[in-house]
């Protein structure tokens, strides 16, 4: 089972598009996984959890979209995608990448 948790601010307003975004990355792929979400209030929390902005999500415990030199922090986070464009929430695509290096039984073709 793939354990994905959304780490975040109270009433982040990106959260929402990472949960379409995470079911439909996930939709007809043939693996179990849970969503759970953790609320961060400080930055103290957020450097324990490892929160790099919000949402943060973490696979199985790790952040995949992690970049070098990133520090725990409370504000909304930003992701680019393969173009440069920049969202509240990694793409689809993106998605089913970092849960394909996670879980060889997640690695089906789904189309976006």
Not at 40 to 55: C, F, K, N, V, Y
Not at 58 to 82: I, M, N, T, W
Request: proline share 11%; aromatic share 4%.
């Amino acid at each position: 089972m793939m354990h994905l948790e959304i780490l975040q601010v109270p009433d982040c307003p990106n959260v929402p598009l990472l949960e379409q975004r995470i079911e439909h990355a996930l939709s007809g792929v043939p693996i179990e996984w849970e969503l759970r979400h953790v609320i961060i209030e400080d930055p103290r929390s957020a450097e324990l959890a490892g929160m790099a902005g919000s949402p943060t999500l973490l696979v199985d415990g790790h952040d995949p979209f992690a970049e070098p030199d990133q520090v725990p922090s409370v504000s909304c986070r930003l992701y680019r995608d393969a173009v440069g464009a920049v969202g509240g929430a990694p793409t689809v695509t993106a998605l089913r990448n970092a849960f394909e290096r996670d879980s060889p039984t997640a690695a089906t073709s789904v189309p976006d």
